[in-house]
């Protein structure tokens, strides 16, 4: 497969009516002009990040609107999600290992 580029794939397999397309990166299907054209792009504000381009739910309703949020921080959500499975007390400091203290 590494031998031929993905355009030749293509032209190969559609020759011989294998339906086939692309793969393309993150960057590639945001730079696509049909994403832009048809309004699946949207961006949301990261709090590190920064402005943050993330792909519409392609199912769309009419009188209906989606709440695009950006995705959490490293860690943002580990009280919940510990608690929420029963390891609340791994939220417990270790006695002797705290940011001032060293392991006894």
Known sequence: MQERTSAEWQAILARHQVPCGPLLSV???????QMQARYN?????????????????????LGRSMEYRPPPVLGQHN???LKGIGLAR???PVAGVGPNEEAS
Do not use: D, Q, S
């Open 27 to 33: 960057a590639e299907v945001f730079g696509l002009p």
């Open 79 to 81: 009280e919940a999600v």
């Open 90 to 92: 791994a939220l417990e």
């Open 41 to 61: 792009v949207v961006t949301v504000k990261h709090p590190v990040a920064g402005p943050l381009p993330l792909l519409r739910n392609p199912i769309r309703f």
